[in-house]
């Protein structure tokens, strides 16, 4: 018989998205709130003194004051990334041949891969991320390691195959065909085993000819099911070198719309330099875009346009993008979102940007219906914040009056101290060391 667990504390759900609806109805919030815990599901969120009396035999987690949510959701991030994390000075391209494709190198050694990939996951679930979709390397290791990781920890994950088959360095590149029959190998060997989910994953344009993006729309149609992820639009020169290198090409996205890698399901990480036709696409096509704020000013790209792209009505994630973005924190990567809208002129607000964190992402993921939110019915992925986790968050903390107020602080000050604990599928999760 498995424990059913009743976790108190104040209790965060949404009940609709706070950038189409007032922030005020847009979530639930209770202050001697209850999760009840049963069979790895969320099995009813409501007054913690009512829960206690109808489920006295349920093991109690009192969190006092801290605050309980959804596990964080990190739309796009690379594992194999976790060792070069803040690595200076360069842009994209540099960035790339500098210190990630040297990196990715490695992987093919699968010790090496089961080793980052543990640590990965350890890092990012101690700073409260629950699921992540994450590109792996060209090396079918790399992607046994990552979900084997996650199968022991019981995680819901999404990840794939990088494939690339030019501008890359030898020993890094596959072919449109082993590109092709390795991820197809690796989906049918992975997909839909407990939590973990297959993504397509061609890397971005440059890194592929036309022939392995066209075998990689071609399996996306054969495989419907599965999420493509890739990058769009996230350098000006990387814009610039796309349409040289695709001279019959509308624009950037177009790279990837001839050969069937648009729909919905279609991750297209950074996406800040986009055209008006792109936009279109995109939003006809119930695509999701990726923000990656840490990122995005870390290796110096540009800011995206939130404000602008939710008017839309576009399908939109929020990234850590490690290790290109500099931190594996996830209320970091909120705060960062918050100063990219700063500094376009529209702030976000804590419950906008919370929500991108948890429901946002899980719907670009298109898993809202089973995380992201705190609620019946749904995975228990769950985090316990502590709101005063610092002295300097604490002093700001206690003089606010509603809870957009006190989780701010956390938001933009908090780490991984502010975690006190996470749950996966209804288990606390304790690092394996
Ligand atoms: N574009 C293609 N590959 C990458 C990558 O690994 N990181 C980032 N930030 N952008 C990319
Ligand atoms: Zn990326």
Same mark, same amino acid.
């Given at each position: ?198 993504? !397509?994953?061609?890397?971005? +344009?440059? =890194?592929?000819?036309?022939?392995? %993006?066209?075998? *990689?729309?071609? &399996?996306? $149609? @054969? ?66 875009? !990726?923000?990656?704020?840490? +990122?995005? =000013?870390?290796?110096?790209?540009? %800011?995206?346009? *939130?404000?602008? &792209?939710? $008017? @839309? ?121």
């Amino acid at each position: 018989m498995t424990t059913t667990h009743l976790l108190l504390g104040q209790t965060l759900s949404y009940t609709s998205d706070p950038f189409h609806s007032p922030i005020v109805d847009s979530a639930e919030v209770r202050q001697n709130g209850g999760v009840l815990v049963k069979d790895g599901v969320i099995f009813g969120v409501s007054e913690g003194d009512t829960l206690r009396a109808a489920y006295p035999h349920a093991k109690v987690h009192d969190y006092g004051d801290a605050l309980i949510t959804a596990g964080f959701v990190d739309a796009h991030v690379h594992y194999p990334q976790t060792a070069i994390i803040t690595s200076w000075g360069k842009r994209l391209i540099d960035w790339l041949n500098a210190y990630t494709f040297p990196e990715e190198m490695r992987f093919g050694d699968k010790g090496f891969a089961d080793e980052v990939a543990g640590r990965y996951l350890d890092l990012t679930l101690a700073h409260g991320t629950t699921t992540v979709a994450s590109f792996c390397t060209i090396h079918p290791e790399s992607v046994d390691a990552f979900f084997e990781a996650a199968l022991a920890r019981g995680q819901r994950v999404f990840a794939g195959k990088t494939c690339m088959d030019r501008n890359a360095p030898d020993g890094l590149l596959d072919t449109a065909k082993s590109g092709y029959d390795d991820s197809k190998q690796l989906l049918e060997k992975w997909h839909g085993q407990e939590r973990l989910s297959y993504a !397509i994953t061609p890397r971005f +344009s440059p =890194t592929s000819t036309p022939e392995q %993006l066209d075998a *990689m729309g071609s &399996l996306w $149609a @054969e495989h419907p099911g599965c999420l493509m992820q890739t990058h769009l639009s996230e350098q000006t020169d990387e814009v610039a070198w796309v349409a040289d290198l695709f001279p019959d090409a509308r624009d950037y996205l177009d790279t990837y719309e001839q050969f069937g890698l648009i729909g919905p399901g279609g991750l297209y990480g950074h996406s800040i330099y986009l055209t008006e036709r792109e936009r279109t696409r995109l939003k006809e096509a119930d695509a999701s875009l !990726i923000h990656c704020p840490t +990122s995005n =000013t870390f290796i110096g790209s540009g %800011l995206f346009d *939130m404000a602008g &792209l939710m $008017a @839309e009505g576009q399908r939109i994630g929020l990234a850590t993008d490690t290790g290109g973005g500099s931190s594996f924190s996830m209320l970091r990567t909120m705060a960062a979102a918050y100063e990219v809208g700063q500094l376009r002129g529209t702030p976000l607000h804590a419950a906008q940007i919370y929500w991108l964190a948890t429901v946002g992402s899980a719907r670009a993921l298109r898993a809202d219906d089973k995380i992201g939110n705190l609620a019946p019915g749904m995975e228990a992925d769950i985090v316990v914040l502590d709101l005063s986790s610092t002295p300097a968050i604490a002093q700001r903390t206690a003089r606010a009056e509603n809870l957009w107020e006190a989780l701010f602080p956390t938001i933009m000050m908090g780490d991984d101290r502010a975690i006190i604990d996470t749950w996966i599928g209804g288990q606390r999760y304790q690092a394996q060391t």
